[in-house]
């Protein structure tokens, strides 16, 4: 069985602070794929990244970027100079066989003026 | 490209009611996978159908129920409606291209119905 697991279920921050939400997963699969999803109050999840088993390399796509860890089974994501319009549910899932995803608990991040 | 759309986007019923949402794919995705949303348990998945036949499901009772049509329209159904059926349904769908269990398919997410049981 899979599970990601979001500790932190809620953050506040203040505008231009640098804010990182933590992922961690766990499955038997030796190929599978990690996403983060933006869920803002509209309900829609947009998606921002993926990463596949196999490639472990650091993305960075403006002012975000992800720090994939496969010896610690770790997928963080990190918002530099956080904005206001950045305050949503942030959620880290895993995809596996099935093409079924498996999604943490989410974080609700708060970003502040 | 039109997105995923799902109808009605709200919906109020009461226990016992049942209820049908629907979700029309992205023209050209042959699956369309189903998660509820609510606030205890999280994100979690339902069902999938592909080529109008039910290829996976998660772990709900047999109230939920689901059917995919030719046109790859997906319905879900939901029978004697509980109070913690409340929650949103969201929608999914994807090229789901030939492969292996493992095959990667991006799925793209609709604005979901929120369904309030009272």
């Known amino acids: 069985a899979q599970k990601v697991t979001q500790a932190q279920t809620e953050i506040s921050v203040v505008e231009k602070e640098d804010v990182t939400l933590d992922c961690v997963y766990e499955?038997?699969?030796?190929?599978?794929?990690l996403f983060w999803y933006k869920q803002p109050p509209s309900g829609e999840l947009v998606f921002l990244i993926r990463r596949n088993s196999f490639d472990e390399q650091n993305e960075i796509s403006g002012r975000y970027s992800w720090n994939f860890q496969k010896s610690t089974s770790s997928f963080n994501f990190t918002i530099t100079a956080s904005q206001v319009v950045d305050s949503a549910v942030y959620f880290c899932?895993?995809?596996?066989?099935?093409?079924?995803?498996?999604f943490g608990g989410g974080t609700r991040l708060m970003v502040k003026p | 490209k039109a997105g995923v759309t799902q109808t009605p986007r709200y919906l109020i019923k009461t226990r016992g009611q049942q209820v049908t949402l629907s979700c029309s794919p992205i023209?050209?995705?042959?699956?369309v996978s189903w998660y509820q949303q609510t606030p205890g348990q999280g994100l979690q998945f339902l069902f999938e159908?592909?080529?109008?036949?039910?290829?996976n499901k998660g772990n709900f009772p047999g109230r939920f129920s689901g059917r995919q049509f030719s046109n790859s329209r997906s319905e879900m159904n939901v029978s004697t409606l509980e109070l913690g059926d409340s929650a949103l349904y969201l929608c999914?769908?994807?090229?789901?291209?030939?492969?292996?269990?493992?095959?990667?398919?991006?799925?793209?997410f609709g604005p979901g119905t929120r369904l309030t049981v009272l």
């Open positions: 023209s050209g995705h042959r699956s």
């Open positions: 159908y592909f080529s109008e036949t039910q290829r």
């Open positions: 899932a895993l995809f596996n066989a099935g093409n079924m995803l498996t």
């Open positions: 499955t038997r699969d030796t190929t599978y794929y």
């Open positions: 999914a769908s994807s090229p789901s291209l030939a492969g292996g269990p493992s095959t990667y398919n991006e799925q793209f």
